[in-house]
């Protein structure tokens, strides 16, 4: 009997898999509302979760495949997420710009990726200060850099002027980076910051016949292009502008349910 092909799953994981309160989308009466699993705490509270089913069979891809958290959280904020079943041999944090081995960084890799930046990007410290300088108080909550690597705010998302976003995203575009707004953070990202050239290294290190990948933004769409098949929920940035590619399932299902959905394909495929 011939050995099964290595089969690689990379998936995002806020909205994809893992869903804070605010995005659980519970639109079922209480009563029919599924059991829900805590995965992350964040100063002493529940942050977020998957659903039980979801936690099952996430365990299960986890021993089934070589299952790879791909996030564009920091270190520091994916360390805080306890996902069911065996510890990743890989994951990818900071959007492509950390590769963790077993938990420790590959520092040969984060080498190369700002090597790349600062040769067809603009400066992250350009960046910023255009980010601060248009951004206005009466919605701007908090300014933040990732892993010197990339810049993000967090916004009262119903106080953001109509066209902000897409100008921020034009100006950002012009000197070799991308914008997406995510709940209330927008993300200021180098181009070559993705996703899926880390998903590409990971399949040759592990030897992967076979990609599969989930993902719900737009940072995600490299990451979902790349892989042989690929799933989407019906909600977030890529939904909203009907996002689609060669390979592509969107389920059915928005919030948490999705997240169930997702682990349930992404295994049984």
Request: negative net charge.
């Amino acid at each position: 009997m011939s050995a099964r092909p290595v089969r690689l799953v990379a998936s995002d994981l806020d909205r994809t898999l893992i869903y804070s309160a605010a995005a659980l989308g519970l639109r079922m009466p209480d009563a029919e509302a599924p059991r829900l699993l805590c995965v992350e705490v964040y100063e002493g509270k529940p942050l977020s979760y998957v659903t039980e089913t979801a936690a099952g069979l996430l365990a299960e891809l986890g021993r089934a495949t070589v299952f790879v958290p791909t996030t564009t959280r920091t270190r520091e904020q994916y360390a805080r997420i306890h996902l069911p079943g065996p510890a990743p041999a890989y994951a990818i944090c900071a959007n492509g710009g950390q590769l963790l081995v077993d938990g420790v960084p590959d520092l040969a890799w984060r080498a190369a990726v700002d090597r790349r930046i600062a040769a067809e990007c603009a400066p992250l410290e350009e960046v910023r200060a255009h980010l601060l300088r248009v951004a206005d108080p009466a919605w701007l909550l908090k300014e933040r850099v990732a892993e010197d690597l990339f810049a993000y705010l967090v916004v009262e998302r119903a106080l953001l002027p109509d066209g902000w976003v897409k100008e921020l995203g034009e100006w950002a575009g012009r000197r070799g980076w991308t914008v997406s707004l995510q709940g209330r953070k927008v993300y200021a990202v180098p181009r070559p910051l993705t996703k899926s050239a880390a998903m590409r290294e990971v399949a040759r290190r592990s030897g992967a016949e076979e990609t599969l990948a989930a993902g719900d933004s737009l940072l995600d769409a490299d990451l979902l292009a790349a892989a042989d098949r690929a799933f989407r929920p019906s909600h977030g940035e890529l939904a909203e502008v009907g996002w689609t590619a060669p390979g592509l399932v969107v389920v059915p299902e928005a919030g948490v349910a999705a997240g169930e959905s997702i682990a349930r394909r992404l295994l049984s495929e």
